[in-house]
Nanobody, 124 residues
Framework: QLQLDESGGGQVQPGGTLTLSCAVS????????IGWFHQAPGKEREGVSC????????NYADSVKGRFTISRDTAKNTVYLQMNSLKPVDTGVYYC?????????????????WGQGTQVIVSS
């Protein structure tokens, strides 16, 4: 059974830093590309960043380029999202999921597996 467990969220001031973790089980990071998705309050879930199953392709949404960095540790079966220079608009729930890299975009895999999400609040 595929499982994804996000952690690392919290409340920070604008300009702060958080690192999210996505630990996967039931599959390996070489089986699926993995993406991070952000759901702001009252809005739809959007792709933020994703990394291909081979690790050679990484996509970022324009809104986070230069501020967020995705990485992975295949030995730990974990994907990370380092978020620097956080802004209030980054507030929301962050999910990780198997992903399809479509051009420069991150699209949730049609299999529909999601973690429970981790809450990020950026506020002074």
């Amino acid at each position: 059974q595929l499982q994804l467990d996000e952690s690392g969220g919290g409340q920070v001031q604008p300009g702060g830093t958080l690192t999210l973790s996505c630990a996967v089980s039931g599959f390996t990071l070489r089986d699926y590309s993995i993406g991070w998705f952000h759901q702001a309050p009252g809005k739809e879930r959007e792709g933020v960043s994703c990394i291909s199953s081979g690790g050679g392709q990484i996509n970022y949404a324009d809104s986070v380029k230069g501020r967020f960095t995705i990485s992975r540790d295949t030995a730990k079966n974990t994907v990370y999202l380092q978020m620097n220079s956080l802004k209030p608009v980054d507030t929301g729930v962050y999910y990780c999921a198997p992903t399809v890299l479509r051009g420069s975009e991150c699209v949730a895999h049609p299999d529909g597996y999601w973690g429970q999400g981790t809450q990020v609040i950026v506020s002074s």
